[in-house]
């Protein structure tokens, strides 16, 4: 993974661009990864230079847990069915949330 640092100074076309670029996002949808497997997806309100990110309106996914896998595995095969499991994320709401620069993995925007 590589890391940008960026010493540009205000007025700097690049401080410019790199400030364009994020009010762009402002209001928009964001999916975002972290290291720990989670997705947040929110409506992003605001960053900082240590490139943590503020969501409103956010709802937390999480992977389920094992024993959640192993019940849905075991009434497909009660069902009769072959194939592939599916188990779908968990999900809760959590509102207003900081996510820290650090454990951003992937950013996606929606639309």
Avoid at 5 to 32: M, R, V
Avoid at 34 to 51: A, N, P, Y
């Amino acid at each position: 993974m590589a890391t940008v640092a960026s010493q540009a100074l205000p007025g700097d076309k690049g401080s410019d661009e790199a400030t364009h670029y994020l009010t762009s996002f402002l209001n928009k949808t964001l999916h975002i990864h972290i290291t720990d497997g989670r997705m947040f997806v929110g409506q992003m309100k605001c960053t900082d230079s240590e490139r943590n990110i503020i969501l409103a309106m956010t709802h937390e996914y999480r992977q389920p847990s094992q024993s959640d896998v192993k019940l849905a595995a075991e009434r497909h095969e009660k069902a009769g069915r072959n194939g592939n499991v599916k188990v779908d994320m968990k999900k809760r709401f959590v509102g207003l949330v900081v996510v820290p620069g650090q454990y951003i993995t992937k950013m996606e925007v929606e639309g």
